[in-house]
């Protein structure tokens, strides 16, 4: 049995996302509510210099309540192809630019709750640039050795999703 939407009702209009509340009969034949956040997706990158470092970044986050150590991502602009978007990001978030960019994943945060994808990257070949923050962006920019940065993540202080998938697979593929 497939899935059939009976109606949908619009919640929220947001800056970056929707939020509607659909009816649905599930494979099981159970009709429920569903919210769902609707999310254009995002871009993201394991930024990787020459001598082996990531170029992490240490953002506020507001939901949070804190700073979290990221890899650079920003949200997909309409039409925008993942690979721009990822481009786009690297230099306003972290100054660098990237000769390359090599997709190795797309993920799905939380499916239980959004159609966010996120695509991720490794970036290579960076050379430095002008960093272009916008005014809501509160963050800093540290290349970090790559041993380093996976450490964080077992010390609990890299928290983030997208962080922790894109520097495992990148440890993955460098192995």
């Not at 890899?71 to 997909?76: F, K, M, V, W």
Request: net charge negative.
């Amino acid at each position: 049995m497939s899935v059939k939407v009976h109606e949908i009702t619009n919640l929220y209009n947001g800056k970056i996302f929707n939020v509607v509340l659909e009816k649905v009969t599930l494979p099981n034949g159970a009709i429920k509510n569903r919210e769902i956040v609707r999310h254009p997706g995002a871009a993201a990158m394991v930024p990787l210099l020459d001598d082996g470092k990531v170029v992490l970044i240490r953002q506020y986050r507001h939901a949070v309540g804190e700073f979290l150590w990221e890899i650079p991502a920003g949200t997909l602009e309409p039409d925008e192809v993942p690979v721009e978007c990822a481009r786009r990001e690297l230099v306003e978030e972290t100054g660098y630019e990237a000769s390359s960019f090599d997709k190795f994943a797309e993920i799905l945060p939380a499916p239980g709750y959004t159609d966010e994808h996120i695509h991720i990257f490794l970036a290579t070949g960076l050379r430095s640039v002008e960093q272009k923050l916008e005014d809501d962006e509160v963050l800093q920019a540290r290349p970090t050795p790559f041993d380093t940065a996976l450490e964080m993540i077992t010390k609990g202080e890299i928290q983030d999703a997208k962080t922790i998938v894109g520097l495992l697979l990148t440890s993955l593929k460098r192995s």
